[in-house]
């Protein structure tokens, strides 16, 4: 990674950081080192020992979930979130889910 000094440590929160790294090259067209830094997200996302409890119970990390609404700001291509959540759907099926029932949910509230 061209964007870590060498020896740095890393922690969970460091998700949010990877997916800025993967919009970035996804715009630059490099497509296959984004996909790796969605991957390296996902990794460090999920490694949070905080958790969240979604409203159907789901218990998610919290950088992961940090992580997944830095991959919803506007900013962030629509392609390129449509990789990530191609890793969630791989990684974590059950996640992929609650967040679609949570999502049905709020819109059902009127919550969006």
Excluded: C
């Excluded at 490099?30 to 409890?53: C, M, P, V």
């Excluded at 099926?93 to 679609?100: G, M, S």
């Amino acid at each position: 990674m061209g964007f870590r000094k060498i020896g740095q440590p890393q922690k969970p929160g460091d998700a949010e950081l990877y997916i800025g790294y993967a919009v970035e090259r996804f715009r630059a067209g490099a497509i296959e080192q984004a996909n790796s830094d969605f991957e390296t997200a996902y990794e460090w996302g999920r490694k949070s020992r905080h958790k969240l409890t979604l409203n159907s119970g789901y218990k998610i990390p919290e950088a992961l979930f940090a992580a997944i609404l830095r991959v919803h700001h506007d900013h962030v291509p629509v392609k390129a979130r449509a990789i990530w959540y191609a890793i969630l759907k791989k990684e974590a099926p059950d996640l992929v889910e609650a967040l679609k029932t949570e999502f049905a949910d709020r819109q059902a509230e009127g919550e969006t």
